[in-house]
């Protein structure tokens, strides 16, 4: 009950693209939901989260929804570029701010 | 957002020896500070958790005598791998938050570990 399971494990996309990475979660008492993003040799970077009072956050060209029925979450990347080849991870806390982590996407963004 | 500093970036040492990694929140104050092991392409594995004056907290299967973790103060944590030994060779990360229900977690660098 405590996974995050995160789909797909290796993504490529053309640049100019939409990157999509999906997230799935069992425990409905997860109420923070954040997505990171990490280069190699680098620590994880908070890209953009969102609680399940909203079903939807955007900032910049990274947009989160979230389907709070379905216990899924997603990550669009509009207008991927190049720079934003790296690996994505999403994941979900609870009360105790213990953060389970996906699996993490390999995201290349094809020029 | 805020900035955690992780120090040293990259370490080689001697098998059978202790290493000392630190993790400093440098613009707040860290109430909880999280200690993560990373394989190559793999996710973060959550080793302990550590609030300032108190005990970690260790996850199943860490051996809390060999990763020593200490939260002295509100800024500083640190982990350290003793008699260290060529399967401990990893990436470790450190993460940090303040106090209050909206904070969110500051990652480190993260210390790239290599036991010869």
């Known amino acids: 009950q405590q996974q995050v399971k995160q789909s797909p494990q290796s993504l490529i996309v053309q640049k100019g693209g939409i990157s999509i990475i999906n997230c799935a979660y069992e425990?409905?008492?997860?109420?923070?939901f954040p997505w990171y993003q990490q280069f190699p040799g680098k620590g994880p970077a908070l890209l953009i989260a969102?609680?399940?009072d909203v079903s939807e956050k955007k900032e910049g060209r990274f947009t989160i929804s979230f389907n709070k029925s379905a216990k899924q979450f997603s990550l669009h990347i509009m207008d991927s570029q190049p720079g934003d080849s790296a690996t994505y991870f999403c994941?979900?806390?609870?009360?105790?701010?213990?953060?389970?982590w996906g699996a993490g996407t390999k995201l290349i963004i094809k020029p | 957002g805020a900035v955690v500093s992780q120090h040293p970036s990259w370490v080689i040492c001697k098998s059978g020896t202790s290493v000392k990694i630190e993790c400093r929140s440098l613009?707040?104050?860290?109430?909880?500070m999280f200690w993560y092991r990373q394989f190559p392409k793999q996710s973060l594995m959550l080793m302990a958790t550590?609030?300032?004056?108190?005990?970690?907290?260790?996850e199943q299967g860490v051996e809390k005598d060999k990763f020593l973790i200490n939260h002295a103060s509100l800024t500083l944590s640190t982990l350290t791998v003793t008699s260290a030994h060529p399967e401990d060779s990893s990436f470790y990360i450190c993460?940090?938050?303040?106090?209050?229900?909206?904070?969110?977690?500051?990652f480190g660098q993260g210390t790239r570990l290599t036991v010869v």
């Open positions: 993460s940090a938050r303040g106090g209050g229900w909206d904070t969110e977690a500051f």
């Open positions: 613009d707040f104050q860290a109430t909880t």
């Open positions: 550590s609030n300032e004056g108190s005990k970690a907290t260790y």
């Open positions: 425990n409905t008492a997860f109420d923070y």
């Open positions: 969102i609680r399940p």
């Open positions: 994941a979900a806390s609870g009360s105790n701010y213990q953060l389970i």
